[in-house]
């Protein structure tokens, strides 16, 4: 069975440009987590999604993060423009569904904004 | 809110050295507990877990008791490989998803 599959795995950009991170959870799985996860730190929540629809993104910074998951499959997550505060690892997992606490984690995207 | 607190590393031991890693956390009732752990270069992998009170969740070697009593999840390794090096995350289920610790990190060495 294939993980949660991430890419890219690593991304260098100057500030103010913008960035996009891409997740294929594992199949049939409904529930898919973004997290950011800074040096030294547990994950922090940034999205939940529930099929196509996002169902907590209290912690998602709206002004310049956007994500979307077409089709209730992959998902994107973008940054615009990016800020020298948005180095770290952004990670996507899944799980079956919401009742379901064990999630699944990719390898991770580390971004460096320089 | 949920919130998780972890003993801070690293946590140097030898091949073959008994491993405890503390955690306690702070929820409302009793939220299921989990271990995770990940290796350099690689996303989070579930180590382990337990759903109530004195479940004891168990995994290649390691183990972990719910005690609410303490409100820990203290997880242990009675001889510890070197391929166990990486760090360790606890981390409490609520609100449809999971609060996470800051991580531990574990170096064996030969």
């Known amino acids: 069975e294939a993980g949660v599959v991430q890419s890219p795995r690593y991304k260098i950009i100057e500030k103010k440009q913008p960035v996009a991170f891409w997740c294929n959870p594992i199949?049939?799985?409904?529930?898919l987590y973004w997290y950011l996860q800074n040096l030294g730190q547990g994950p922090e929540l940034l999205i939940r999604y529930e099929n196509e629809e996002a169902v907590d993104d209290s912690q998602l910074p709206k002004d310049r993060f956007s994500a979307e998951r077409l089709k209730g499959v992959d998902s994107t997550l973008k940054i615009q423009p990016a800020e020298l505060g948005d180095s770290a690892v952004y990670l996507c997992?899944?799980?079956?569904?919401?009742?379901?606490?064990?999630?699944?984690f990719g390898p991770g995207t580390r971004l460096t904004v320089t | 809110g949920n919130s998780v607190t972890q003993m801070e590393g690293p946590v140097t031991l030898s091949e073959e050295a008994f491993l405890t890693i503390n955690c306690t956390y702070t929820a409302t009732g009793y939220p299921s507990l989990f271990w995770y752990v990940q290796y350099p270069g690689e996303g989070l992998q579930l180590l382990l877990k337990a759903t109530k009170a004195d479940d004891k969740g168990s995994n290649k070697g390691f183990e972990a008791t719910y005690r609410k009593e303490t409100t820990s999840f203290h997880l242990e390794k009675g001889s510890v490989q070197v391929s166990d090096s990486a760090v360790y995350f606890c981390?409490?289920?609520?609100?449809?998803?999971?609060?996470f610790g800051k991580g531990t990190m574990l170096l064996v060495s030969p």
């Open positions: 199949s049939g799985h409904n529930t």
């Open positions: 997992a899944s799980s079956l569904d919401q009742s379901s606490y064990e999630q699944y």
């Open positions: 981390a409490l289920a609520g609100y449809s998803t999971l609060t």
